[in-house]
């Protein structure tokens, strides 16, 4: 029953069966190729025995095995392993079928590989998911042939194993990598002149040609006999929270992925460069009420806490409560905080109903208001009008865009910050808005 189930007939025994075919049909004119089709025939069913014999012995086999790793990275190329042992005493052909989680929708997958005899063979292929959650593989299929090629042999291997997808967890070990290494400008982050200082003091050194005559400690210069002068460092433990909105704005998708995963992303990123500074990284999210909040601290396990909390959020089909945002920031963020507030507003009137409480907001808390480009309309925007269609397309895409731009600087006459955004550049220039902070000593 077993061999029944994993017996497959190999493609090229059809077209063994489509030339004696051919060597029966030509006999009727030619009497004397008769008795050789039969010979084909006769040799074709002796070899698929044959093939069956060698492919199903007991005694060899193959083994393979896919090593998934324990998470997969949101939105980016993950590599998955595949790994296949060759037990035949002969070179066989490996053809490889995965079947890869639904979410994926890719029902092509097929690999085809020659394994030498005993041979250890080893490749990987990549996949890019779109969505959080788990993912479940179905069996890893291997349909092997002999070089007789009559017959192929089916075996299963590791079915429904299952995978989360995080956020990118790849992109944020990108960012502390280039942090680390003083690289950052690699990926469009800016290097800003640090203008003024901060409050903290560090320590008192000799004064060297460049160093600020107003931070000069007369007392030390007078104790010393040589200018001394005091130095700084930056304001340390800094509680920085990002608030990402839950509401039907943040479901619309760029190239696959929804605005809510590219703030998830940059969130995670972010927060990460913020423990590295020694600041305090927490979390919000929100729509209709407060769905998390995660306090912020610099504890070297936070990070893993806050990716937890981003593992799962989605969003809702409603409009967020900016109101019952307000009111829980000022009941559970006492201390002045940078706030990074992830939405979407698409219309100057869409922004209005919600001003009133971010400049509540804004007036206990340095808040940063993060918003979109519709990216979609660049086309059309760049695009040359030649008819009357295209005209009135085109200067629809330019109203919004306009409405954007009026959107930033609404927000910034009322003391409000705001960065407006290609999704693909949400990272790069949240961080770039935190360093300027910090650089100004406004954090």
Same mark, same amino acid.
């Given at each position: ?21 051919? /060597? ?5 004119w ?5 008795? /050789? ?51 035949y ?11 890869l ?8 997958f ?27 593989f ?19 291997? *590791? ?30 982050l ?6 003024g ?12 040609s ?15 006999s040589?200018?001394?002068?005091? *130095? ?78 981003? =593992? ?29 507030? =992830? ?24 808040? /940063? /208001? ?13 695009? @040359?009008?030649?008819?009357?269609e295209?005209? =009135?397309y ?9 409405e ?7 927000? @910034? ?10 999704? *693909? *550049? ?9 360093l ?8």
């Amino acid at each position: 029953m077993n061999l029944i189930k994993n017996l497959y007939i190999h493609q090229r025994f059809f077209i063994y069966l489509s030339v004696i075919a051919f /060597v029966f049909l030509i006999s009727f004119w030619f009497p004397i190729l008769y008795e /050789v089709a039969w010979f084909m025939v006769t040799i074709l069913a002796l070899l698929f025995i044959t093939d069956i014999y060698i492919l199903f012995s007991p005694s060899k086999g193959i083994k393979a095995r896919r090593i998934l790793p324990k998470k997969l990275s949101n939105s980016d190329d993950n590599t998955i392993p595949i790994t296949l042992k060759n037990q035949y005493n002969l070179t066989i052909e490996a053809k490889f079928i995965d079947e890869l989680p639904f979410q994926f929708q890719k029902r092509d997958f097929e690999y085809i590989a020659i394994v030498q005899p005993n041979q250890v063979y080893d490749f990987e292929y990549t996949l890019k998911p779109v969505e959080r959650g788990e993912y479940y593989f179905g069996n890893l299929n291997v349909y092997v042939s002999s070089p007789l090629k009559i017959v192929a042999k089916r075996a299963k291997f *590791q079915d429904k194993q299952m995978v989360a997808v995080y956020p990118s967890y790849i992109q944020m070990k990108k960012y502390e990598f280039l942090a680390i290494n003083n690289r950052l400008t690699a990926f469009g982050l800016k290097k800003i002149r640090r203008i003024g200082h901060t409050m903290e003091f560090e320590q008192i050194k000799n004064y060297v040609s460049g160093d600020d005559v107003r931070t000069i400690n007369w007392k030390a210069t007078a104790k010393r006999s040589q200018l001394m002068v005091n *130095q700084y460092q930056d304001e340390k433990s800094q509680p920085i929270y990002s608030i990402i909105d839950l509401g039907r704005a943040m479901k619309m998708p760029f190239e696959s992925l929804k605005l809510l995963d590219y703030a998830i992303n940059s969130a995670l990123a972010f927060s990460n460069i913020a423990l590295r500074k020694k600041d305090k990284a927490g979390l919000v999210t929100f729509s209709k009420k407060v769905d998390k909040i995660v306090s912020s601290s610099n504890k070297k396990t936070h990070l893993n806490t806050i990716n937890e909390a981003l =593992y799962n959020i989605t969003t809702q089909y409603t409009d967020s409560d900016f109101g019952y945002l307000y009111a829980v920031i000022k009941r559970k963020i006492t201390q002045r905080s940078l706030l990074i507030l =992830y939405t979407n507003f698409e219309h100057i009137s869409s922004l209005k109903r919600q001003l009133p409480f971010l400049q509540a907001i804004a007036k206990n808390h340095l808040l /940063v /208001v993060v918003f979109f480009e519709n990216t979609e309309l660049d086309s059309l925007i760049h695009k @040359e009008a030649s008819d009357l269609e295209t005209i =009135y397309y085109k200067t629809i895409a330019e109203k919004f865009a306009y409405e954007k731009r009026l959107i930033v600087k609404e927000l @910034e006459s009322r003391g409000v910050h705001a960065i407006l955004t290609k999704p *693909q *550049q949400l990272t790069v220039n949240v961080i770039n808005k935190y360093l300027e902070f910090k650089a100004k000593g406004f954090i």
